[in-house]
């Protein structure tokens, strides 16, 4: 069984910064692609931000150039890093793991920007 932790989340003023972890734990042989979805109330879930095995990243364009998504591999790792944030980043960030071909999904980090 796999379970994954997120961690990071909070309040901060618009132009700050936070930075996501989500770590997984368990019994693990491979772990590949890795993302970050968010979702603002009202609203449907999106992604934000993906990083493949080999490392390459991929961002929604909301976010190009002020988030940065990050794996650790000895750690079994993902993070993201926020700055620059703004008020319509305020969501429910959740980590995304796939590990040995099957996704595992955080519990969910709530972040909130304030004006």
């Known amino acids: 069984q796999v379970q994954l932790v997120e961690s990071g989340g909070g309040l901060v003023q618009a132009g700050g910064s936070l930075r996501l972890s989500c770590a997984a734990s368990?019994?693990?042989?491979?772990?590949?692609?890795m993302a970050w979805f968010r979702q603002a109330p009202g609203k449907q879930r999106e992604l934000v931000a993906h990083?493949?095995?080999?490392?390459?990243?991929a961002y929604a364009d909301a976010v190009k150039g002020r988030f940065t998504i990050s794996r650790e591999n000895a750690k079994n790792t993902v993070h993201l890093q926020m700055n620059s944030l703004k008020p319509e980043d305020t969501a429910v960030y959740y980590c995304?793991?796939?590990?040995?071909?099957?996704?595992?999904w955080g519990q969910g980090t709530q972040v909130t920007v304030s004006s």
């Open positions: 368990g019994t693990i042989f491979s772990l590949n692609a």
């Open positions: 990083i493949s095995g080999a490392g390459t990243t």
């Open positions: 995304v793991i796939n590990v040995d071909l099957r996704d595992y």
